[in-house]
């Protein structure tokens, strides 16, 4: 999932119909929830350029790309998530996607990408069954814990550590900005590394 980082759809589907901007991406979805289907989604889009995921690193290859109309900054809209869960759970339904592969360009570009931005209702797609999110209450994080050996079980590209934590938080603590693991941070990773084990 992605913002497009543009000043509207229209210049978003522009970009993507231009030969010479090499870059598309299999659905665009507008301010108003329009749901543009840009690409078959057996076809390989490049919307995820240097990339990992867990194992994968050409992840052009075996994923949908869906961007949605946002300038990089705004809240998205109530028709776009709208929209957007409806698409989900299409695809979900139709590929059999794993819960654990709801993610976004930050996520599989960290240091690279920083969308969709801190705006993005990731807890509210969780809930409806596309990713995960964490619960805290109850977790004791083990005198063992090693954060970047988390943050590589679930997924992220550990190369550099600050920058696999900041990608981390876009995603799960989108009110901190800063790259550093605190106390709370290894309570949710010890939480969600049972669920993506």
């Known amino acids: 999932i992605h913002h497009t980082a543009q000043n509207s759809c229209e210049q978003t589907l522009r970009t ?3 030969p010479r901007t090499q870059v598309s991406s299999h659905y665009v979805i507008c301010k108003d929830g329009t749901v543009h289907h840009m690409l078959n989604d057996l076809l390989r889009a490049h919307h995820a350029g240097v990339s990992r995921w867990g194992g994968a690193t ?8 869906i961007e949605i109309d946002n300038n990089g900054f705004e809240t998205f809209t109530e028709e776009q ?24 360009h930050a996520d599989i570009a960290p240091g690279r990408k920083v969308d969709p931005n801190r705006n993005f209702p990731w807890q509210r797609l969780a809930e409806q069954g596309y990713g995960h999110w964490y619960d805290t209450l109850n977790v004791e994080v083990p ?20 920058n696999a934590v900041q990608s981390f938080k876009l995603h799960f603590v989108q009110q901190d900005s800063s790259k550093l693991i605190t106390d709370t941070d290894k309570k949710i990773l010890t939480d969600l ?5």
């Open 16 to 18: 993507f119909t231009l």
């Open 58 to 65: 050409d992840i052009n290859s075996s994923s949908i790309g």
């Open 81 to 104: 998530i709208n929209s957007l869960l409806s698409l989900l759970g299409r695809l979900k339904r139709a590929y059999n996607i794993s819960v654990s592969n709801f993610i976004g």
């Open 143 to 162: 005198v063992d814990f090693n954060a970047m050996h988390a943050l590589r079980i679930i997924g992220y590209d550990i190369k550099n550590d600050s």
């Open 193 to 197: 590394l049972r669920k993506y084990q």
